[in-house]
Each structure stands twice: as structure tokens, then as C-alpha cells.
């Protein structure tokens, strides 16, 4: 079972980008799913938002009012919307449950540069 994060790319600061999720319906419909990035230079994924099963969401400080985690009306997607983008927020981008107990995917890039 594998969680595989798309969508990430070069966005300018202040700008936008979604990410997307895809999994099984089975896998994301009955757990909670969780957006994580790892930093450049560091070796620990931090969490960044969180959907749970009944639509609940929570988010990291850093990135509260500007990203929104979401669950597609297909059920088999989770999306991340970025918004306000910074510096900052330049990392590799994963998807898995939360918690983490799924492989990790290979993750996408999010590079923002003024």
C-alpha cells in the first residue's frame, strides 16, 4: 500500500499550488490522512495538515490560514491547497496516513523562489 503525493512544481513567492493524493478509495476512506514535508538538510518529516475520517482538520502554525487539506469528491484523492506561498515552504512534500504507518512514497518537490 502506497500513498503517492503530485502536483508540486516552481511557484513564485506569495502564489499558489495543489497537490494531490492518490491512493486506494479503501486505503483513504477509513483513515486519517496526513500531509508531511521534509526540508532540505533535514532528515525528519514534519507534519503539515491532517484530514481525519469524519473531515476534521488540523494544521501546523506555520502554515495555518494559508494551506487546506481536503478530501476529493472521489474519495480516492486528498488534496493539499498552498497558498500565500514562502520561502520557506520549499520542501519535498509526502502523503500518508497519520499516523505514518504506510511505505513512503517518493514524495514531490515544492520549490518557492522570488
Known amino acids: 500500500v502506497q500513498l503517492q503525493a503530485s502536483g508540486g512544481g516552481l511557484a513564485q513567492t506569495g502564489g499558489s499550488l495543489r497537490l494531490s493524493c492518490a491512493a486506494s478509495e479503501s486505503i483513504l476512506s477509513v483513515n486519517n490522512i496526513g500531509w508531511y514535508r521534509q526540508i532540505p538538510g533535514k532528515q525528519q518529516r514534519d507534519m503539515v495538515a491532517?484530514?481525519?475520517?469524519?473531515?476534521?482538520?488540523s494544521y501546523a502554525p506555520s502554515v495555518q490560514g494559508r494551506f487546506a487539506i481536503y478530501r476529493g469528491n472521489a474519495e480516492n484523492t486528498v488534496y493539499l491547497q498552498m497558498n500565500s506561498l514562502k520561502s520557506e515552504d520549499t520542501a519535498v512534500y509526502y502523503c500518508n496516513t497519520w499516523p505514518g504507518f504506510a511505505p513512503w512514497g517518493q514524495g514531490t518537490q515544492v520549490t518557492v523562489s522570488s
Open positions: 491532517i484530514v481525519n475520517t469524519g473531515n476534521a482538520t
